[in-house]
């Protein structure tokens, strides 16, 4: 650990249309098992997609909600996206591929973010002749981006000056999530994640504001993952709605949960949830502990 060295620790959002390589690409940056690629439906504003850890640096990459929509509907949700992505974030990674054309209005809507961009042209192993020349001269005649590089997240070629960039690029903050326990259990978080989210998209506000999510025990063997989650609610009331009619709701969240789950790790997975009342202090503790909110 170096104590002269600032500390950089920052949020980045990954944007650009469908199939330009934003997946590849955090894969690229953060490593196959920490990306989660889950179901399209959006809760929070940002996804977190992956966490990468040094002693004198964190990034927080995330993942934008999906714009895989009726062409009619493209556009606006596209704007929305791209909206609530640039809110957070403190670095952003515009991705396009050779392919594509720019969009007026989404064009506009980053020339009035205060954030710095990063405008990535990817895919340049498919490149032909003068076309990545071509292909840059054209994006940057359209807006200004912070930086401009051009890259292969399949290949990775350029990866790690991206990776250099964006470092550079991160403002000096301590980091926000703690470091021993997504380098030493990074599965542990990513569950805990996955299972925020089906809370958040089963129950109305309350609900997933007063709950939090602890993984009690991850046991892996060659087959099969058993997992032990633990939900902790502030009232018996909460417990309640959260369990529903006969566990009808907490099964849903388990059945969902799974499902995600078993993409992530790509094994079968056995989950169990309980639902327990946290007094106020062991809340707190928590709270402290799992960020975010
Ligand atoms: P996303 O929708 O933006 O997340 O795009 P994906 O990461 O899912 O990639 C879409 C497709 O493009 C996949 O078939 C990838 O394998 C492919 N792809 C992504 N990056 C590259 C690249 O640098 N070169 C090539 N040749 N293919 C790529
Ligand atoms: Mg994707």
């Known amino acids: 650990m170096n104590s002269n060295k600032e500390h950089k620790a920052g949020f980045v959002s990954i944007i650009g249309k469908p199939n330009v390589g934003k997946s590849t690409l955090m894969n690229q940056l953060v490593g196959e098992r920490l990306s989660i690629i889950t179901s399209k439906a959006q809760t929070t504003r940002h996804r977190i997609m992956g966490i990468i850890s040094g002693d004198d640096f964190q990034v927080v990459y995330s993942d934008t909600p999906g714009i895989l929509k009726p062409e009619y509907e493209l556009h606006q949700q596209m704007m929305k996206f791209v909206s609530a992505s640039i809110e957070d974030a403190d670095l952003l990674l515009?991705?396009?591929?050779?392919y594509e054309k720019h969009d007026e209005a989404l064009l506009q809507r980053l020339k009035s973010t205060k954030?710095?961009?990063?405008?990535?042209l990817n895919k340049i192993d498919l490149a032909k002749g003068s076309q990545v020349e071509d292909k840059l001269k054209y994006w940057l005649e359209a807006f200004k981006p912070a930086a401009t590089l051009k890259i292969s997240a399949l290949t990775g070629e350029n990866v790690p000056e991206l990776f250099s960039l964006i470092l550079e690029s991160l403002p000096v903050h301590p980091a926000y999530f703690p470091k021993y326990e997504l380098t030493?259990?990074?599965e542990k978080f990513f569950v805990e994640e996955i299972?925020?989210?089906?809370?958040?998209i089963n129950y109305k506000q309350e609900i997933p504001y007063s709950s939090q999510v602890v993984v009690e025990s991850f046991k892996e063997d060659d087959k099969i993952i058993r997992i032990r989650a633990e939900i902790f609610v502030e009232r018996r009331s909460q417990k309640g709605i959260l369990i529903g009619k006969n566990g009808s709701m907490l099964k849903k969240v388990g059945i969902a949960a799974r499902e995600d789950l078993e993409k992530f790790f790509q094994k079968q997975i056995h989950l169990e949830t309980f639902v327990k009342i946290a007094d106020d202090w062991r809340k707190k503790e928590r709270q402290i502990k799992n960020f975010g909110y």
């Open 94 to 98: 515009f991705v396009a591929d050779l």
């Open 115 to 120: 954030q710095p961009i990063i405008f990535i």
């Open 184 to 186: 030493d259990k990074p």
């Open 195 to 200: 299972i925020r989210e089906k809370i958040f």
